[in-house]
């Protein structure tokens, strides 16, 4: 089955600690991104990678890291998480072709105290 | 700067009746333009784009949505509602050579259903 991967669902965390939330995806996909959710702010991307090794900012990309060694994967790094990134994170691929839509993961929700 | 608008945050209809979600954008060329459905506890599933040509684009579950240059809307439209379609919808707008590069999102309409 044709997915998008994100682990964990739930997290909770203390200020400071390092985390990662994994993203894999079996599609073949050239395009990953990462996207966080807040109400009222709609989906706002933070990092988005055209192809490994080739990553590139998104919209809000402070506090956060990427990393695209493999095709398959695009993990998000939290070096030292604050309470502004409690949020819902979502990962994304697609083909690069223009016609191509967004395939989502389930998200990953974050609470950072 | 591209961007989005989705003026209403939340509707509620009748199981039965009609529906229409308006979608406004900004954008200095033509856009791609897309609707996402995102139920509860799920990611976002496309529900129909636009890129070119006739401006009335049919989607899956039964939506449609008409691309209006004029006026600068996507607005989505279903005859019908059922009580699934209850979810939150996103409007989206793309840029680029490549829609995969920029995609910028509507905070989004959460739609409710009334038996």
């Known amino acids: 089955e044709a997915q998008v991967t994100q682990n964990p669902r739930y997290l909770i965390t203390v200020t400071g600690k390092k985390l990662t939330v994994t993203c894999s995806q079996n599609?073949?996909?050239?395009?990953m991104s990462w996207y966080r959710q807040d109400p009222g702010l709609g989906l706002r991307q933070i990092y988005y990678s055209m192809n490994v090794e080739v990553t590139d900012k998104g919209d809000v990309p402070e506090g956060y890291k990427v990393s695209r060694k493999e095709k398959r994967n695009f993990p998000l790094i939290l070096e030292s998480p604050s309470p502004n990134q409690t949020s819902l994170y979502f990962c994304a691929s697609s083909d690069r072709d223009s016609n191509s839509p967004l395939h989502f993961g389930n998200g990953t929700r974050l609470t950072v105290t | 700067a591209q961007s989005v608008t989705q003026p209403d945050i939340h509707i509620t209809v009748s199981e039965g009746a009609s529906l229409e979600l308006r979608c406004n954008y900004s954008y200095g060329a033509t856009p791609y333009l897309f609707w996402y459905v995102q139920s509860p506890g799920q990611g976002l599933q496309l529900l129909l784009k636009y890129f070119s040509g006739d401006t009335l684009v049919q989607g899956i579950k039964g939506f449609e949505a008409e691309f209006k240059r004029s006026q600068s809307s996507f607005n989505l439209r279903k005859p019908s509602v059922h009580w699934s379609d209850a979810a939150e919808y996103f409007c989206?707008?793309?840029?680029?050579?490549?829609?995969?590069?920029?995609?910028?999102f509507g905070s989004g309409t959460r739609l409710s259903i009334r038996p």
């Open positions: 989206a707008v793309a840029a680029g050579y490549s829609s995969a590069s920029k995609i910028i």
């Open positions: 599609m073949n996909h050239e395009y």
